[in-house]
């Protein structure tokens, strides 16, 4: 019988960390910068090995004077170069995307649960984009302080979320429709209005200000972000573990809230308890990243036809499957770029696509049909 | 005394629960449930039924009077030890979507919940016997979303079971099902009720298939109790024509059997 046992945890655990643990061994050799600097010059560089120089010759990044010869100088300058690209550039970038994809993977399990619907994600209930303008009203007020360890800009975040979430659980609790679609509708509803007010905090910024926050909105997950990446983990780490510990009691609330509350859930502390955590995780994301959306609708999916609905397992695994999502959006949205620009033969502006229109055309496909069967079956 | 051998594992002293202040919208109620007893609640629509039972469960608390379960008044118990003793099961239950009979059986363990995430080896042998004892193991593996009704229905019942639950709640747990499977669920719980001594707080509609199987019937209207007593009693013309409006017509019966089959006697007219 399939059942939920710490063997069979372990085991899908296991193979879902196994994919993120692969990508993350590749992401060294994965960039835009210096193309030609792969994954084996790179792991080679790691573990000593030397390099073939006589395939080097004529490498304008290793040959400085080219004169034809590699000497001892350029060489080890050389390998400097490869261990400083792949390492303070590509495999931050990929922990960055591991750490966003996690969280917001996660979120939309939770959200999904609790609210019983399938789209319910962090995006859909408006909270993204709450976030998103607080966040940017922070920046253009030059809030760049920490508070608490917890950076200004972080907190406006989160703040903008909680405003919209509260707007959307008052008007569900309003109609006592908690489950029903009326809940996703305020909070697309709430989320168009925030990004209407992104864009006027936008129209009243100057020409080059306006260039970042639009990079920001696009969601990115380039090092110039306006958020240091380092500021993300004591926030997400213990909300991961918290979600994961919360999953036994999320799993009775797949029964409704009477069930869950006569077996001995609180299901409104439940609820109001993950609101917040989730809210605060997805708000650490946003400051950092911008709003990348469709990761917590389309991950908690996949990952649900692989390891079934039991948060217990549910929550970890598309945590996982989640960093590894967005670690692929990354790549793709790097490599495209430089694909078209080949093609083309044109200098393009920017390095890479944002990541955020990598993970729509995959995301919005599936909301949609989801989307479309939904309507059918009620 | 423990809770567990209470003769009485349920009981409404004088509860009372308002919208406003001015009139009571249910009560004052008192009933005593006894140890394996079935006890059904029969009304009108609106006339308080399941504001009793979700006051039963806790998920009200009464504006006045008193619940005691296991002897105990329920508001100095604590949550856990409530939660091991009442099952309950609403009028409506969300599926939960991709979710296996299995799994939503196994959920019942909630209450016995150590610090690990998951379930015992004991966890699931008893969730094992309920889905045995309720004949629901052989769809154990197929999502819940795609069962049918009753089948649904006696999985949720399965895992009130594997809740180990002293006291069964169930809010018109037949209303959706078709003649046969109301039968047979009824036919379980009476059965859970006689052999293991589960008392049954039951909402129905069916008047005759509540005096077939309830042992006494508790008469709801306009939150006022009308009458409390066995189903032969209560499940009469003269007791119920009243409160639903409607003349009933009662056929003739066996010398043997519980109580009259009553019918709407549309002959003779609306009731004054």
Redesign the interface.
């Known amino acids: 019988m399939k059942t939920m046992t710490t063997f069979r945890f372990i085991r899908h655990l296991l193979a879902c960390g196994a994919v993120l643990v692969a990508l993350l061994l590749i992401s060294p050799g994965v960039g835009t910068q210096s193309r030609d600097i792969g994954l084996l010059t790179v792991w080679r560089c790691v573990i000593g090995l030397d390099l073939p120089r006589d395939q080097m010759t004529g490498n304008p990044l290793v040959d400085h004077d080219s004169d034809g010869v590699i000497s001892d100088e350029e060489y080890e300058h050389y390998q400097a170069l490869v261990r400083t690209i792949a390492f303070q550039h590509r495999f931050p970038r990929a922990v960055l995307a591991l750490i966003v994809g996690v969280t917001l993977a996660m979120c939309g399990v939770t959200f999904q649960t609790l609210f019983r619907n399938p789209l319910a994600t962090p995006y859909t209930l408006g909270i993204a984009s709450g976030g998103s303008l607080g966040a940017l009203i922070a920046i253009r007020a030059g809030w760049h302080d920490t508070f608490a360890g917890v950076p200004m800009v972080t907190l406006a975040a989160f703040f903008g979320g909680l405003g919209v979430v509260g707007c959307v659980y008052a008007i569900a609790r309003g109609n006592r429709r908690l489950t029903s679609n009326e809940v996703l509708l305020a909070g697309v509803t709430l989320g168009l209005f925030s990004s209407a007010m992104m864009m006027m905090v936008t129209a009243i910024s100057s020409e080059r200000e306006t260039f970042r926050i639009v990079r920001w909105m696009m969601g990115s997950l380039d090092t110039i972000s306006l958020q240091k990446p380092h500021t993300i983990w004591p926030i997400v780490v213990p909300v991961w573990v918290l979600l994961t510990l919360m999953s036994r009691s999320m799993n009775q609330y797949r029964l409704g809230d009477d069930i869950a509350a006569v077996r001995g859930v609180k299901p409104q502390r439940l609820l109001a308890a993950s609101i917040m955590i989730c809210t605060l995780a997805t708000a650490a994301v946003v400051a950092t990243c911008g709003p990348i959306g469709f990761v917590g609708l389309v991950v908690p999916h996949i990952a649900a036809m692989f390891v079934g609905q039991d948060c217990r397992l549910l929550i970890p695994a598309a945590g996982l499957l989640g960093g590894a999502f967005l670690i692929l959006c990354d790549w793709a949205s790097q490599l495209i770029m430089g694909m078209m620009g080949s093609l083309t033969g044109q200098q393009l502006a920017a390095a890479t696509l944002p990541i955020g229109v990598i993970t729509a055309v995959v995301g919005v496909p599936i909301f949609v049909t989801m989307l479309a069967t939904r309507r059918m079956k009620t | 005394m423990s809770a567990q051998s209470h003769q009485f594992p349920l009981v409404f002293r004088d509860v009372c629960y308002g919208y406003d202040k001015r009139r009571a919208f249910l009560g004052p109620v008192s009933f005593e449930l006894g140890r394996g007893e079935v006890l059904a609640i029969v009304g009108p629509n609106g006339a308080g039924k399941s504001t009793l039972l979700?006051i039963a469960?806790?998920?009200l608390a009464p504006d006045k009077g008193e619940v005691m379960m296991g002897g105990m008044s329920f508001a100095e118990q604590s949550?856990?030890v409530?939660?091991r003793m009442?099952?309950?099961?609403?009028q409506?239950?969300?599926t939960?979507?991709?979710?296996?009979a299995?799994?939503?059986v196994?959920?019942?363990r909630?209450?016995y919940?150590s610090w690990?995430?998951?379930?015992s080896s004991i966890d699931?042998e008893i969730a094992r016997t309920a889905m045995e004892t309720t004949a629901t193991m052989e769809f154990?593996?197929r999502p819940i979303d795609q069962l049918s009704g009753g089948e649904a229905q006696r999985v949720h019942i399965a895992a009130a079971l594997a809740?180990q639950a002293e006291i069964l709640v169930l809010d018109e747990p037949i209303a959706s099902l078709d003649t046969r499977h109301q039968i047979e669920l009824l036919q379980l719980v009476t059965r859970l009720a006689r052999d293991k001594g589960t008392s049954v707080l039951i909402v129905l509609h069916d008047i005759n298939l509540t005096a077939r199987f309830a042992d006494r019937v508790l008469l709801l209207d306009n939150g006022q109790v009308v009458a409390l007593g066995p189903s032969r009693e209560v499940a009469t013309p003269g007791v119920l024509e009243p409160v639903f409006g409607v003349r009933l017509l009662a056929l003739s019966t066996n010398p043997g059997e519980k109580a009259a089959w009553l019918v709407p006697d549309l002959d003779q007219g609306e009731l004054e």
């Open positions: 979700r469960v806790g998920l949550t856990l409530q939660s009442l099952a309950y099961l609403p409506a239950t969300p939960p979507v991709g979710m296996s299995y799994e939503v196994l959920m019942g909630f209450p919940r690990s995430l998951f379930e699931h154990a593996d809740q």
